[in-house]
């Protein structure tokens, strides 16, 4: 049975068989609907344990800055930030008073130098701060922060957000299983991320999307099946339109597509299952719609395969540093009981692995999920 990309249809994990490989793939069975409410209830967010306060001290990602989250929420008003449609992007630029604002625009600058560069301070006077937005939608109701160098008029963002735990696993998880790096710091009860370009899904998928050529398209749907299966493996939920980006990349005498998620709150935290796979928002439906239209079922079955297999090699690099943070969420409390034990359920059912039935909280999911994908990934090996 191959992977059924109907939006109608639910699947589990079943046996199957390629190049006469008998593998456990990601497929669907049971009846679901779009429409379903997935997610109910607002995540609250988790403090930052001292196990993984010390494992992010190892690896560099804590670095003291002059500005808290705190401090940006001191802003004296603020204007509706609109896209060149007229349409209300759901940001308000907030402005301080003059007393404040020259404190508050050197600090930013220096956070900057530390993100990007080595904290040198000499570079800070060839900054600027163009502007400070906020949002109110969402979980982490960040701040994003445009800086330009005045001596060329080249801009970039980074965002300022309060510290949650799921969101720092996230982010250490894309950066680690992912095929992109991320470059983050946090410091006491702030979070400050660097910002990832490009075009945001749901805008790609209403004005761009239906422009592609027909090859594009194909191509677009294949990247979708990848990133659906990347999501789903390392228990990364959410993926609605508006929380990823579509990244256009010139090729010699083409243009691909990639998909990247930019928000990472909702890591290992529900229970159903379904949350983890992005074709099941309805926000994502004309993706999934691509990806029945583009793609015959052993093609998505082949790229299934290979991202697996991206995902193994990619941890066995960062074996080690995997391994230390799943340790640090295994003695974590980052989820509910409800929704560790619904989760562990839910895959005991479609896998059989007796290893998820016994599983107590979402570090333990998380590494029985990597340790199945790379029993798999390497029984091949052994035959040859």
Not at 145 to 161: C, E, G, S
Not at 197 to 209: C, E, M, Y
Request: hydrophobic share 35%.
């Amino acid at each position: 049975m191959f992977y059924s990309w109907s939006p109608y249809n639910y699947q589990g994990w079943k046996l199957n068989s390629l190049i006469g490989l008998k593998l456990k793939l990601f497929s669907f069975e049971k009846k679901g609907n779009m429409e379903e409410k997935l997610m109910s209830k607002k995540k609250p967010a988790f403090p930052i344990s001292e196990l993984l306060n010390d494992y992010l001290i190892d690896y560099k990602r804590v670095s003291e800055i002059p500005i808290f989250y705190n401090d940006l929420l001191r802003f004296s008003g603020s204007v509706v930030v609109y896209d060149k449609n007229d349409e209300d992007t759901l940001w308000v630029r907030v402005y301080y008073t003059d007393s404040e604002r020259a404190e508050i625009d050197l600090s930013l600058k220096k956070v900057y130098t530390i993100l990007y560069s080595d904290g040198n301070e000499s570079n800070v006077k060839y900054l600027n701060i163009d502007a400070v937005d906020y949002c109110t939608f969402g979980n982490s109701k960040p701040f994003r922060v445009k800086v330009r160098n005045i001596l060329n008029d080249n801009f970039t963002y980074f965002y300022v957000k309060k510290n949650d735990a799921s969101r720092v696993y996230g982010l250490e998880l894309e950066h680690m299983l992912s095929p992109y790096n991320l470059n983050f710091l946090i410091y006491q009860d702030t979070l400050i991320e660097e910002h990832i370009a490009g075009i945001p899904g749901d805008v790609f998928i209403k004005d761009i999307l239906p422009k592609r050529t027909e090859p594009e398209k194909a191509q677009i749907a294949k990247e979708f099946v990848k990133f659906n299966e990347r999501a789903m493996v390392r228990y990364l939920g959410d993926m609605r339109s508006y929380n990823y980006v579509i990244i256009p990349i010139h090729d010699f005498d083409k243009v691909v597509y990639n998909i990247r998620a930019i928000d990472f709150d909702q890591q290992c935290y529900e229970g159903k299952l379904k949350v983890y796979r992005p074709q099941f928002f309805k926000e994502n439906y004309e993706m999934v719609k691509l990806v029945q239209e583009k793609l015959p079922e052993y093609s998505i079955d082949q790229y299934k395969v290979e991202e697996r297999s991206m995902i193994v090699k990619r941890f066995l690099s960062f074996e080690v540093r995997v391994k230390e943070l799943i340790h640090c969420m295994k003695n974590d409390t980052i989820s509910t009981e409800k929704n560790i034990h619904l989760l562990k359920k839910q895959t005991y059912e479609l896998t059989l692995d007796v290893n998820f039935k016994r599983s107590e909280n979402m570090g333990e999911l998380l590494k029985h999920t990597l340790d199945y994908v790379r029993r798999n990934y390497e029984k091949p090996l052994t035959k040859f």
